[in-house]
């Protein structure tokens, strides 16, 4: 029996500084009331994601929820995400408010994150840099 795996390969997640910053650096920006998204190509057949939740957020199991959701929706719905690029995801003081609040749970996060890279997406076959998303089945 062959079942998915339930999490984000470590290949798939941003973790060394170097690549934050390469990213924060040189990405391009997509700005929506929940979060700033930072992209940029990475050279590599998937995507990778990075999270990054200030302090200010909420306690630490608020700002490990909100990780754990958006890496959960990237992992479901990689096929949406367009393949090839390191995308940082900056969650803002909106999303904190309504997080807090419980106005905002796994699907309008969804909703957001899958407009984001539908966005993504856009931008770059606008700027002539596309790249196909799924694999071709004959």
């Known amino acids: 029996m062959n079942l998915e ?11 060394k500084k170097a690549d934050f910053d390469r990213v924060f650096k040189h990405g391009d920006v997509i700005q929506d009331p929940f979060f700033v998204v930072i992209y940029i190509d990475n050279g590599l ?3 990778r994601i990075g999270i990054s939740v200030k302090k200010k957020f909420g306690k630490a ?9 958006i ?6 719905n990689k096929a949406v995400f367009p393949r090839g690029y390191d995308i940082l995801f900056i969650a803002r003081k909106e999303l904190s408010d309504s997080f807090r609040r419980n106005e905002v ?3 309008q996060l969804c909703e957001k994150l899958l407009k984001i890279a539908r966005r993504i997406d856009e931008k770059q076959e606008k700027n002539g840099n596309c790249k196909k998303n799924s694999t071709e089945v004959n």
Do not use: D, Q, V
Not at 5 to 15: D, I, Q, S, W
């Open 5 to 15: 795996r339930a999490f984000l390969k470590k290949e798939e997640r941003l973790r």
């Open 45 to 47: 057949p998937f995507s």
């Open 61 to 69: 199991h608020t700002r490990n929820r909100l990780r754990r959701l």
């Open 71 to 76: 890496k959960e929706i990237f992992r479901k």
């Open 105 to 107: 749970g796994y699907h």
